[in-house]
């Protein structure tokens, strides 16, 4: 490894203490693991497990790929466990559910090499259109799932997955949370392998092959395999427990770890017993140990009431008629992440203790600042353009990227949204329905993700749809990933000298798609062109809008810096309509007057062609503003 490319978590030393966040502590995790392939696609909150393992796949040879979507990156890593390889791919909670075909057949065949699917949950909705538990995937599918609290059970809980898959021949989920996965902690560092798996496949296709008479068979070895997982679970020490009280608390996930400073700071350690949840199946025997040696229970965790129900579960098997606090006791809120104070809450009505004192802290009332698209975003320019053909009453279907932004004011060019490559398939729909052209947008990395086959079926029905393509070069939303367009000179991705970049322009037309233009939107009369004559048009056809992402653009230096603008007093008369139309951050506003922050102007000029007045102008480049 050349010093010069070391990460801190290619650190070789034992026994280290180093603060580590929860995704790098999953990364570290598996190096110890001695993982050999790592595949994924980026998605908040687990896109710095693949981010970091480009980084220091060639320094920790590791086989890495970003994969074009997440069905893919589970296939193929399951491929490579089949010949021996340690394998880990990561992905947010919705890509578990675009994988939903592989990962459902998997278990039955089983893997050689350990297999970990990393699949972070976005409890309260920050990042996603919707909250998702992945937990009932053990029950659902005879997965073993481990549910870290912190950034140390996150990297015990990844060195152990491995272990635990090849025990069992059980693909594994790792389900950190966002706060698991964006949180510092402290992780003590363990050795990092001499030596990995052998890789070699070994043909055996009676227990590859899940056909019918193959895959009866696997359905029965599937109980025991899962139940030889259970067993080894409950001596794995991820269920520990504390305190010797009556009270019974049972918590996982990220609600666990607020539970001991919560406990703490009421004095009432004597009063409670605690423990932990970081693995499914829960065995047996550890929730039997406990409910037997407490009078009541309340259950912390987010999302559904899923160990409330296992450990319901539990106790009428048991033959206990125990008092057990929860979700369905209304107790707690089903919806959202949780708080400390939350936390707080429901011990103090679990103990008996007066309700915790609010004190208001008075604060300024803030305007509201909802996500914008960036200063020189060329996906605002290209809604602005496409708005400006299709005017008002078109239907503009969206999809997952930063084009949501088109969402409200003042851009007006997202109507619907649902996942991943929906918007050509939503276009298609109301167009058909409704008999008149309807615009999709979509970017160049959704697009390769899940809109190919999208594209297809439109055109098999010739709906009249204008597909438009909004390619800046990158996965930007999730991190500034390469998308399948970057170019690999740019150095934005893994094994440069190995990848290539993909055309829009020949896949679409490889699609059958006629009536294709690329422009960029920057260059008005072209695009106006292309957009007119596509509104115009019959059937399916596409408009492919490239220019680089403003950020990556300039950090990449994919393109030569432009001048910032400025809005001349004189001439402007505050008619708000530079704000009104495009929203764009850089233009502000101060004590009535109308402004542009240099700092923050990319130069797009965009802002100057919609102005009225003449007002806005690029800046000298002798300036003191430049």
């Known amino acids: 490894m050349t010093e010069s490319a070391r990460h801190e978590v290619l650190r070789d030393e034992p026994g280290a203490a180093v603060c580590l966040l929860g995704n790098l502590a999953i990364v570290r995790g598996a190096l110890e693991a001695g993982v050999q392939f790592v595949s994924g696609y980026p998605g908040t909150p687990a896109s710095e497990v693949g981010d970091t393992f480009a980084r220091i796949a060639r320094d920790a040879d590791v086989l890495f790929e970003y994969s074009v979507n997440e069905k893919i990156a589970v296939e193929i890593a399951f491929a490579a466990s089949l010949a021996g390889a340690r394998s880990l791919c990561s992905m947010k909670h919705l890509g578990l559910n675009y994988a939903g075909d592989p990962i459902s057949t998997l278990p039955y065949v089983g893997v050689e090499g350990g297999l970990v699917i990393v699949s972070a949950g976005d409890p309260s909705a920050i990042t996603s259109p919707n909250e998702q538990d992945q937990r009932h995937f053990t029950r659902f599918l005879y997965y073993p799932i481990f549910d870290p609290s912190t950034p140390d059970d996150a990297h015990r809980m990844t060195r152990t997955a491995f272990s635990l898959s090849e025990a069992t021949r059980l693909p594994v989920i790792l389900r950190p949370t966002t706060r698991v996965c964006h949180v510092g902690g402290m992780v003590e560092l363990g050795p990092l392998p001499a030596t990995r798996n052998t890789v070699r496949f070994t043909k055996n296709p009676a227990r590859y092959v899940p056909i019918p008479v193959n895959a009866r068979r696997m359905r029965t070895e599937l109980i025991e395999r899962y139940a030889q997982a259970e067993a080894l679970l409950a001596e794995s020490g991820f269920f520990p427990r504390a305190g010797t009280g009556r009270h019974g608390i049972v918590a996982s996930g990220a609600a666990h770890a607020y539970l001991p400073e919560v406990i703490e700071a009421l004095g009432v ?38 160990v409330e129900d296992w450990v319901t579960l539990a106790a009428h098997r048991q033959g206990r008629l125990l008092p057990i606090h929860g979700k369905r006791t209304g107790l707690l809120p089903e919806a959202f992440e949780y708080s400390p104070e939350l936390v707080e809450d429901a011990v103090r009505a679990f103990l008996g203790l007066d309700q915790r004192v609010v004190r208001p802290v008075p604060a300024p009332e803030l305007p509201p600042r909802p996500p914008v698209l960036c200063p020189g975003c060329p996906h605002r320019t290209s809604f602005f353009r496409v708005r400006r053909v299709f005017g008002k009453n078109t239907v503009y279907t969206n999809d997952i990227g930063c084009y949501t932004l088109g969402y409200g004011e003042p851009l007006h060019a997202c109507d619907t949204l649902l996942c991943m490559g929906s918007s050509i398939s939503q276009a298609s729909g109301i167009a058909r329905a409704t008999g008149k052209r309807t615009v999709a947008f979509i970017g160049d990395s959704t697009f390769f993700h899940s809109g190919l086959a999208a594209l297809a079926n439109a055109v098999r029905q010739n709906d009249a749809i204008t597909v438009c393509i909004l390619n800046n070069f990158v996965t930007a939303m999730t991190g500034f990933q390469p998308s399948f367009t970057t170019d690999p000179t740019d150095g934005l991705g893994p094994a440069a000298a190995s990848v290539r970049a993909l055309s829009l322009e020949r896949a679409v037309r490889g699609l059958g798609v006629d009536d294709v233009w690329s422009v960029d939107p920057f260059e008005e009369t072209p695009t106006l062109a ?6 115009t048009g019959a059937g399916v056809n596409v408009v492919i809008l490239s220019a680089p992402c403003a950020v990556e653009g300039k950090r990449g230096g994919r393109r030569e810096p432009r001048p910032p603008f400025a809005i001349d007093p004189e001439r402007c008369n505050a008619c708000s309509l530079c704000v009104r139309t495009l929203g764009c951050p850089a233009i502000v506003v101060a004590d009535g007057r109308y402004a542009i922050d240099p700092a923050l102007c990319d130069g797009c000029a965009l802002c100057a062609h919609v102005c009225q007045q003449d007002a806005i102008h690029p800046v000298p480049e002798d300036d003191d503003r430049n």
């Open 269 to 306: 350690e004597e009063r409670v017993s605690r423990l932990q949840i970081g693995a499914y199946p829960i065995p047996a025997r550890v929730l039997a140990d406990f409910l037997d040696s407490v009078d009541a229970v309340l259950v912390l965790e987010e999302l559904t009431p899923f």
């Open 530 to 535: 292309a957009l007119r004559a596509a509104r």
